[in-house]
């Protein structure tokens, strides 16, 4: 009979939970044989360690929770005086830190700022939204406030290609797009937007006076063989000029150019003193003007207005006739002083 008592009692032990208890009785902890789960706060643990409620460590060092896998790499979230950290025990190397005065850091475990990244940083969005936006908007303005890219690369070669680059893509054509935009109530409703559009020809800069940058009007236009078009419209930079082919020039605008100063280079007309240039007789320039309307080698008012007129060339054909003007008064003046000769000799 007492045989049978007592291996009824070990049955009945068997089967029930392993408990842990409080000094005050409460029960706190139960473990499950069947499953081998270890509950703290619940008494149906459904994992290896069940915490219901919530876990405090204390020590007088620094506090760490480590995780390791079997071949794999080990990583720990650590907590000193100063910061809370991720710690890779493999390569020794702090992924992410989070200090007192709430900065946090990504690549480094000393953050001074509220976000410290350092390495490369890529954010991505697979939905087409917008994936980063960036606003500063406060009550105090001072110089140097807002939003600044700037980086710092000893690069004294302009072939090399290191360097701060802002990129974006409009779909698989590989066009792309960078706006500057003056202040609006949202995201899509500033006013006043510069844009800086890219494609196979080169680069636009246009401007929209609302936010719907559909119907942006181009500003100006740098191609990829370095021509440069003010104000000539959404068209692409211009070949010719009337009749006249000005495809290698390098700076085309439409529209009034005000300057201090215009320096040209080009040929002159000296010519018109040596020995044997050919200067035409004043008769027959004068049956030129009856017939032509304008002055030899002088392009007609028509040609100026289909074509205009080259600045440089302009002044070198104003100048010879200024010259031949000279030289007409030079035999004007020795027929003059002919005559007077023979009148006094009379």
């Known amino acids: 009979m007492k045989k049978l008592i007592f291996t009824a009692a070990l049955l009945a032990a068997g089967m029930t939970y392993g408990q842990m208890a409080t000094p005050n009785g409460t029960v706190t902890a139960t473990t499950n044989p ?6 703290i706060g619940t008494t149906t643990p459904t994992q290896k360690l069940d915490v219901s409620g919530v876990i405090r460590t204390s020590s007088s060092f620094d506090k760490k929770i480590q995780f390791s896998r079997i071949g794999g790499n080990g990583f720990s979230i650590e907590h000193d005086t100063g910061k809370l950290y ?3 025990e493999s390569t020794e190397q702090v992924p992410l830190s989070i200090t007192n005065s709430s900065n946090i850091g990504i690549g480094t475990a000393n953050p001074t700022q509220k ?9 991505q969005n697979p939905n087409g939204y917008t994936t980063l936006y960036l606003n500063s908007n406060g009550t105090g303005n001072y110089a140097g406030s807002g939003l600044c890219l700037t980086t710092q690369i000893n690069n004294p070669t302009t072939s090399s290609f290191a360097s701060t680059q802002i990129i974006t893509h409009r779909g698989a054509d590989g066009k792309a797009a960078f706006e500057i935009q003056r202040r609006g109530t949202d995201i899509n409703n500033y006013l006043g937007t510069l844009l800086l559009y890219t494609d196979e020809f080169g680069w636009d800069f246009r401007n ?3 936010s719907t940058v559909m119907n942006t009007n181009q500003s100006m236009r740098i191609s990829k063989e370095g021509k440069v078009s003010i104000g000539t419209g959404n068209s692409s930079i211009p070949t010719t000029a009337g009749s006249v082919d000005v495809s290698n020039y390098k700076l085309f605008v439409n529209g009034g150019v005000l300057a201090n100063e215009i320096r040209v280079r080009t040929g002159w007309a000296d010519y018109v003193f040596a020995k044997d240039y050919a200067l035409k007789p004043i008769a027959e320039v004068e049956k030129f003007i009856a017939s032509k309307g304008h ?3 002088v392009p007609s008012a028509a040609e100026v207005a289909d074509s205009g007129i080259n600045v440089g060339d ?4 104003q100048q010879e006739k200024i010259e031949e003007l000279m030289l007409y008064i030079i035999q004007q003046n020795k027929r003059i002083e002919a005559l007077e000769a023979r009148v006094n000799r009379q």
């Open 314 to 317: 302009m002044a070198r054909i």
């Open 34 to 39: 069947t499953t081998g789960n270890v509950g």
């Open 115 to 123: 976000l410290d990244i350092v390495g490369n940083t890529r954010i």
């Open 86 to 88: 991720f710690y890779n």
């Open 208 to 210: 929209a006076p609302t």
């Open 295 to 297: 002055l030899p080698n």
